[in-house]
């Protein structure tokens, strides 16, 4: 296929082009050593999205631009950066949604160390996963016999869609402007992985000590969040993350901590222990 072909917007059959227009970008290149923002005028066709225009700029005039993508379909989490200074995945933003005539800037997402370009390295959320201590199964159940309600499972099942693109991590200020809260402070998604957990009814993780409450507190960072909700406004699946996982968790780790009757009978646990 030539590249006038395959720079055409069409199917590549020989069938007319689509309609396009130019498009002005100024797209962060560099590494971890530094960079700069460079710009193109790149063509663009009705219908297309930020990574298309993205993989045309690689096709004609940057081969050697750094991106990471994989399915395209909004769904793998890879392709998130920053659009205009807006956290975003590549593949859900559509050029119909940006001003013509305005420059569309596109940067990597400015939490997280740049490896080259656009990609980033997100290691620091995988660390942070691995520290959530895992699903307890009940005892005396095979995976084949849990049964739950199905509104329990509706609760949870929100916090399931999530796709891990990191881009609530990116945008959470209390990383983002503080680079010093990252070894207390496991972030929003993991905050509401350990939510999702302490909700579940069949989790036995209090019957082998394990504390889900006092974890996300004293362990992950919970009293960190201010609850300012910009990690739900920038999740491509719609999760409420503030309203549906941290405010609550938040709520219930006050009660366990200042409610009187619970102090009480921790008292008296620990007195006859």
């Not at 950066?81 to 400015?110: F, H, K, Q, W, Y």
């Not at 660390?127 to 959530?132: F, I, M, T």
């Not at 496991?186 to 889900?212: K, S, T």
Request: aromatic share 6%; charged share 25%.
């Amino acid at each position: 296929m030539t590249t006038a072909a395959k720079d055409s917007g069409g199917s590549g059959d020989g069938g007319p082009p689509a309609a396009g227009y130019q498009v002005r970008l100024r797209v962060w290149r560099g590494d971890a050593d530094g960079g700069g923002l460079a710009e193109f005028t790149v063509q663009a066709h009705e219908g297309e999205v930020v990574l298309d225009v993205i993989h045309r700029l690689q096709a004609t005039q940057a081969p050697d631009l750094a991106v990471r993508w994989n399915c395209k379909a909004g769904k793998c989490g890879s392709c998130g950066a920053e659009v205009n200074g807006r956290p975003r995945l590549l593949c859900m933003t559509r050029m119909s949604a940006l001003p013509r005539d305005e420059v569309i800037t596109v940067t990597p997402m400015r939490t997280f160390p740049v490896i080259r370009d656009l990609v980033t390295d997100v290691g620091f959320n995988y660390g942070k996963a691995r520290e959530v201590p895992a699903f307890v199964p009940p005892e005396g159940l095979a995976p084949g016999e849990y049964r739950m309600a199905q509104q329990d499972v509706a609760r949870s099942q929100e916090f399931r869609k999530c796709i891990e693109c990191f881009l609530c991590q990116n945008v959470c200020h209390v990383i983002r402007d503080h680079d010093d809260n990252k070894p207390a402070f496991a972030g929003p998604r993991f905050l509401m992985r350990i939510a999702e957990l302490d909700m579940h009814p069949l989790d036995a993780a209090a019957e082998q000590d394990l504390d889900r409450r006092a974890g996300a507190q004293e362990d992950h960072g919970l009293g960190y969040c201010n609850i300012t909700k910009c990690c739900t406004e920038v999740c491509p699946e719609n999760i409420h993350i503030t309203d549906n996982a941290l405010i609550p968790m938040k709520e219930r780790v006050a009660d366990r901590k200042y409610d009187p009757l619970v102090w009480l009978g921790r008292t008296i646990r620990r007195r006859r222990g």
